[in-house]
Structures are given as structure tokens and as C-alpha cells.
């Protein structure tokens, strides 16, 4: 008994009717022998001669290895946060001057900017003011110590010398501390002189700073703008972040570590390179969407910051190939096609099937991409098998 596949009982009917009209047709010849002549039923083959009439009713296609899934969608160019640092100025002060320009190109620890900043003054004071205090507290315990070995001291003035020199130690080690926040390791001179320096390497991106204007270091708190900006932004601009947003709906076809293909009207034509990088954990409740994260490839500087770019995710490469659907028929509850071997020669061939999906259904075993399948006349070279090869 020969059957539609599930799949494709839509093209049941037009089929079998065609197939009825062409048999039709084939009984009306039956009796002219050298128009119709018997084809060769062997096993699971079945040859005509190369004139037979029947074949001019058939329809052959190649089956198409099936292609991987391509997700697209709309991102935005960002710095890489893990070579980008903002620089704020951590004391007040009035710009002196001002060393770098946007574009250039700095070394860790490079100066910035100069500042006259009473409070680092202060710190710089302390520092000294501490040091000294140390020094004077470990001559006196010194000298008390000397005298109470000798007799000529009390003990309890030998333990108050020592407890102000712990003391004094305490207070240097502070004060210092407190200047190596602000990136300086000595008391120096006390010259009030502050140079605003960069913890990384990189390229000034960013510059929001001119010689002349008080700066404070609270402004960094206020609600505005242009007080949150920070003096300088320093980054790698060779390595850039590509922020998503992913539809609930796409997030089955992510996974880290996908390739990313990165287009931007500023270059058309052109590709660049990417890799996806996280996947967040969470919905965004109002536009229902998930942030994902990407890095791409900026080695000759043409991407920026802030660019709008489109990002196609390509899937994996999906096993089997692709036919019509209507190639596929049952019999006996399996699924078949007839496979062109040469002119006039066909093999019916079972298979193995995957999803359907406008008019082509997925092979997953049973064929390889290029071989030729029967898409229109199957039904009618399967009743002509099942007749002993006769129209």
C-alpha cells in the first residue's frame, strides 16, 4: 500500500490525480508496445528506455545540504570596560595644564593633567608632619631605653616612649597611605603640585578637561551630567564590546563562544569578526529582553564607540539536507524517495525525516547533498513497481 507522509497531505490529492492522468494516459498506449514499452523492475530499481514517454512526467531535483540558522540582530559599540578606565581627579584643585590630547596615546602612569591643589598641600604636610613625629619618638625610646638600663629611668617613661613611638609609626604609615591614594609615594617639598595620572595604558578617548577651572572631587556626586563626566577616559581601542538586546523568543539560539559577523553602514560590504561573549541572567521587565554581550576586533580603529551595527549570529550547521516535500511518499508505514541514479534509472531509497518547513522537508539519513531526487512522478514509479514495471 503506498501513502502521503503526514507531513505532506496537502500535496496528497493534486498528486495522485496527476499520477491517475498520467497512468490514464499510459492504459491508452498500452496497446502501441514501441510508444509505452514495459519498464525493468529489479529489487528495489526500476529502468526505462531513455525514449520512454513516461519520463517527460517527471521531475527531478537535487537535494541541498541544509544550512545553518542565521539570527539577526541590532547592537551598539561600546569600550571594552576591561581595558577602559574613567579618570577623576581625587582632590580639588585648579588645572594648571593640561598634557594630553584626545587621540594620544599614553603609557601606565602617565601625567594627564596638572593641578595646584591645597589638599593634596595637606596630605603632603601630614606625610612629613608624621615622619618627623616618628623619627623624635624612636630617638626618645632610644634614649629612655639607654637610661633605664643604667638605672636612671622609670619603667614606666620607658613604656610611654614606646607606646608613642607605635603611635607615631601608626600615624606615618597613614599619612603615606593616604598619598599613595593619590598615586605619590613621597612627602615630596610640600609644593601643593598634584599630576592626575592614568592607572593603564591605552589612548585617550575622552577629554573633559581644560587648564584654568577649580576642580572638586565631590562633584562626581552630583545629579547632572556634565559634573558626572570624568576628566579623561582612557581605553584600548583595538578590542571593542558589542552590546545586544535579545527577544525572549530568540534566546534558545544562543550559547558563549558563537562567532559573531558585525555589519556597519559607515563600511558597507565590509565584515567584522566577533564572538559572543555572555548571555545575562535575567528579563528586562518592560521591554522583555535579555542583554548580551559580544567583543569584536578593532585592530585598524575603523569601529567607534557608540556606533549602531547590525550582528548575525550564525548557528551551527545543521545535519542532512533539504528536498520538496513532495519527493517524500509511504509505503507500509516508511518513508521513501526515488533516487535518480542515470537517465532512465531510478532507486527506491527509505529515509530518515527531520521537520518540515515551507514545502521542503529535512533528510537527516538516506541522502547526500547533489543527489538527485524524484519530486513529481514518485507516486506513479511506485505504482508501476508494484505492477511488475508495466504503465
Same mark, same amino acid.
Given at each position: 500500500?503506498?501513502?502521503? *507522509?503526514?507531513?505532506?497531505?496537502? *500535496? ?22 514501441? $510508444? ?5 523492475? %529489479?529489487?528495489?530499481?526500476?529502468? &526505462? ?17 541544509? +544550512? ?14 576591561? %581595558? ?29 593633567? /596638572? ?13 612629613? %608632619? ?17 637610661? &633605664? $638600663? *643604667? ?51 591605552? /589612548? ?27 576628566? &579623561? ?18 534566546? +534558545? ?15 558597507? @560590504? ?19 529582553? /535579555? ?23 550564525? @548557528? ?66 511506485? +505504482? ?8
Amino acid at each position: 500500500m503506498v501513502s502521503r *507522509h503526514p507531513l505532506l497531505q496537502n *500535496h496528497s490529492v493534486t498528486i495522485v490525480l496527476v499520477a491517475a492522468v498520467i497512468a490514464a494516459t499510459g492504459c491508452s498506449r498500452k496497446a502501441d508496445p514501441a $510508444e509505452a514499452p514495459a519498464a525493468a523492475v %529489479k529489487g528495489d530499481q526500476i529502468a &526505462f528506455p531513455v525514449t520512454a514517454p513516461q519520463l517527460s512526467s517527471l521531475v527531478v531535483t537535487a537535494a541541498t545540504a541544509r +544550512s545553518a540558522s542565521v539570527l539577526t540582530l541590532t547592537g551598539h559599540l561600546v569600550w571594552d570596560e576591561d %581595558k577602559t578606565v574613567r579618570v577623576y581627579t581625587p582632590v580639588g584643585g585648579r588645572v594648571r595644564s593640561v598634557n594630553v590630547e584626545t587621540g594620544a596615546a599614553v603609557a601606565p602612569d602617565a601625567v594627564l593633567a /596638572v593641578l595646584d591643589s591645597p589638599d593634596f598641600g595637606q596630605a603632603q604636610a601630614d606625610a612629613r %608632619k608624621a615622619a618627623a613625629d616618628q623619627v623624635l619618638a624612636d630617638r626618645t625610646l632610644t634614649r629612655l631605653h639607654d637610661l &633605664f $638600663e *643604667h638605672g636612671a629611668a622609670a619603667r614606666k617613661d620607658l613604656d610611654a616612649a614606646e607606646n608613642a613611638a607605635s603611635d607615631a609609626q601608626a600615624e606615618r604609615d597613614r599619612a603615606f597611605a593616604k598619598l599613595a591614594l593619590y598615586g605619590s609615594t613621597a612627602a615630596g617639598t610640600g609644593d601643593q603640585v598634584f599630576s592626575l595620572r592614568t592607572p593603564i595604558g591605552g /589612548v585617550v578617548v575622552d577629554k573633559n578637561i581644560n587648564p584654568g577651572p577649580e576642580l572638586r572631587p565631590d562633584l562626581m556626586l552630583a545629579n547632572a551630567p556634565a559634573l558626572l563626566a570624568p576628566q &579623561f577616559v582612557v581605553s584600548d581601542p583595538r578590542r571593542l564590546w558589542v552590546m545586544l538586546d535579545v527577544a525572549e523568543t530568540d534566546l +534558545s539560539a544562543l550559547h558563549t563562544g558563537q562567532a559573531l559577523r558585525i555589519l556597519s553602514r559607515a563600511y558597507p @560590504g565590509s565584515v567584522f569578526s566577533g564572538r559572543l561573549d555572555l548571555v545575562g541572567s535575567s528579563l528586562d521587565p518592560a521591554t522583555r529582553t /535579555v542583554e548580551a554581550r559580544g567583543s569584536v576586533d578593532n585592530g585598524d580603529g575603523r569601529l567607534k564607540a557608540e556606533m549602531y551595527v547590525t550582528v548575525e549570529i550564525v @548557528g551551527e550547521s545543521k545535519p542532512g539536507v533539504d528536498i520538496p516535500s513532495a519527493a517524500v511518499f509511504l509505503t507500509n508505514n516508511k518513508s521513501y524517495v526515488f533516487l535518480e541514479l542515470e537517465r532512465g534509472r531510478f532507486e527506491r531509497r527509505e529515509v530518515k525525516l527531520g521537520a518540515e518547513a515551507d514545502g521542503r522537508i529535512a533528510v537527516l539519513a538516506g541522502l547526500k547533498a547533489g543527489q538527485p531526487v524524484v519530486t513529481e512522478g514518485c507516486l506513479l514509479l511506485q +505504482s508501476m513497481m508494484d505492477a511488475g514495471g508495466q504503465p
